[in-house]
């Protein structure tokens, strides 16, 4: 589902729920827990490099100054290829709100994407009391993301008309179309930012973090880690297991999965939440808009988005909404239970020929200003970053043998995202990393998150990576959206707090 950019993080959710006017009170959770320090007492120092010729990124020291509204920005030295340390040269751009209280060392948070600028995710907050009490918050923009060298593929004219196409093209036209658009972005990363599209890899950044955990003075590192974010902290586990100090992943990605199954999962994940959407909707008093069942309803969705493809509406602002960014606007909406109002208000606009709120949906889930210019590269990192750790992709001729088991995966999602499949087509950089396979032998307790019903990192991914994982503790949340972590369930928050916070590891299979 490489397409559909489907695993974009919390951090687009929150702003998308205080663009559309909705704020949202979290319950921070458990009460403040004692803090332990998490620097061992034992191994090697901090600073010691994995190798001599790395020695120089490793004894590095953070400048930090003041930014934003008592943050303090830096900017952490990597090398541009690992493989020759010696060449040239990027920088990261990195965060840290500091802890405001008694100080128990440095957590590192990443809030998924892959793509998604991890200084924001910082910046937000949106964190319990205890771990912003004891902990300096930091996020860093990983390699080719936000500020940190950020990788181009399209201009922001050719962006937007890629996202209005149809991701689900039927006659010869329109298959004519969805080519073109993937060949342009497929190629246009390598053309447009070089040699660094080659090295962006997760691999690359998870070497990154070891590098930043060196620049914080920490002996191992502690890491918070959503979506995406699971994925980055595994692979950081696998190449650095004596370096793990205490991690939390949440909203685990199985980096096991191939290509196909991978769609074919999450296809049947956002049919599960959307399903969810629209049995809470036929609830109403007043009855569902949509229609008497949920087959009825998704039925009027998909008609929907077959009349946008021929008939797109105005939007505001000179704006029009296209079948592309209807359909992105809705799988926006389904990454957070709170964000369903916003959804069936896009939705009940939009069948009345005002597609503003499914915009603003969209805009939200691509990190786009009203104006059609982008607040960040997230889309085309995404893109890159995938690409880079697998560039494995169905030819255009074998999409429409794929359609059947996809459509029975999901009546709505399941045809565009079997045409996803195509995406990496044309992508011809070529990471130097290998991408590990992941045990993380000889890790402190990893504890792995999964919510019964996300729809972007379904709950077997969750089960299936606490078990890759040596040290693997499988921690599950009954409940809708993406992540468990800060999304009102007082239990979870307990549980990672407690674990970060004092150590308290939780029992295998705890359910919340």
Same mark, same amino acid.
């Not at 990261?92 to 209280?101: C, I, N, R, Y």
């Not at 190449?239 to 191939?258: E, I, K, M, Q, S």
């Given at each position: 589902m490489r397409r559909l950019v489907v695993a974009v993080v919390l951090v687009v959710v929150v702003v998308l729920i205080a663009g559309a006017g909705i704020l949202v009170a979290r319950d921070t959770g458990s009460g403040d827990a004692g803090p332990t320090p998490v620097t061992p007492t034992g191994g090697a120092p901090a600073t010691t490099p994995p190798s001599p010729a790395l020695a120089r990124f490793y004894d590095q020291h953070l400048d930090w100054s003041a930014c934003n509204d008592g943050d303090q920005c830096a900017r952490l030295t990597v090398p541009l290829d690992y493989q020759d340390p010696g060449g040239?040269?990027?920088? @990261?751009?990195?965060?840290? $709100?500091?802890?405001?209280?008694?100080r128990i060392g440095s957590l590192v948070v990443n809030p998924g994407g892959p793509g998604a600028p991890g200084t924001s995710f910082a910046a937000s907050r949106r964190f319990g009391d205890p771990l912003l009490a004891h902990f300096d918050i930091v996020g860093f923009d990983p390699r080719g993301t936000g500020d940190s060298s950020p990788v181009d593929c399209l201009s922001d004219a050719a962006l937007n008309r890629y996202l209005a196409s149809d991701p689900n093209p039927r006659t010869p036209a329109e298959k004519a179309t969805f080519r073109h658009w993937q060949h342009r972005l497929a190629t246009g990363c390598s053309h447009r930012s070089g040699d660094l599209a080659a090295h962006v890899s997760t691999v690359d950044s998870a070497r990154d973090m070891d590098v930043l955990r060196a620049a914080l003075g920490e002996r191992t590192l502690t890491y918070l880690g959503s979506s995406y974010g699971t994925e980055l902290g595994a692979t950081y586990a696998q @190449?650095?297991?004596?370096? $793990?100090?205490?991690?939390?992943?949440?909203?685990?990605?199985?980096?096991?999965?191939?290509l196909r199954a991978l769609s074919l999962q999450q296809t049947a994940g956002f049919q599960k939440a959307l399903d969810a959407y629209l049995s809470n909707c036929l609830l109403s008093a007043e009855g569902c808009f949509l229609g008497r069942t949920v087959p009825g309803a998704e039925q009027t969705i998909s008609a929907l988005l077959d009349r946008l493809t021929r008939h797109p509406i105005p939007a505001g602002n000179g704006r029009e909404l296209a079948v592309g960014d209807a359909y992105y606007g809705i799988v926006a909406a389904l990454y957070d239970r709170d964000t369903w109002i916003v959804l069936s208000a896009g939705l009940r606009s939009a069948l009345q020929g005002d597609g503003s709120v499914l915009m603003a949906l969209a805009d939200a889930y691509a990190d786009r200003n009203t104006d059609g210019t982008f607040r960040s590269n997230m889309l085309e990192a995404f893109f890159t970053i995938s690409c880079l750790d697998n560039p494995a992709s169905v030819p255009f001729s074998r999409i429409p043998s794929e359609i059947p088991a996809f459509e029975k995966a999901s009546p709505v999602f399941g045809r565009a995202n079997a045409w996803s499949l195509t995406s990496c087509r044309g992508f011809t950089p070529r990471s130097d990393e290998q991408v590990p396979v992941i045990h993380a032998k000889g890790a402190s307790p990893i504890v792995v998150i999964g919510t019964t019903r996300d729809p972007a990192t379904p709950f077997r991914w969750a089960v299936d990576l606490a078990r890759q994982l040596d040290s693997g503790v499988l921690v599950s949340r009954d409940g809708d959206g993406h992540t468990a972590y800060a999304t009102g369930n007082p239990c979870i928050d307990h549980v990672v707090e407690s674990y970060l916070v004092s150590g308290t590891v939780p029992a295998n299979g705890t359910s919340c």
């Open positions: 040239r040269t990027i920088t @990261l751009a990195v965060l840290k $709100v500091p802890a405001s209280g008694s @190449l650095f297991p004596h370096r $793990v100090g205490r991690f939390v992943l949440d909203g685990a990605v199985d980096p096991t999965l191939g």
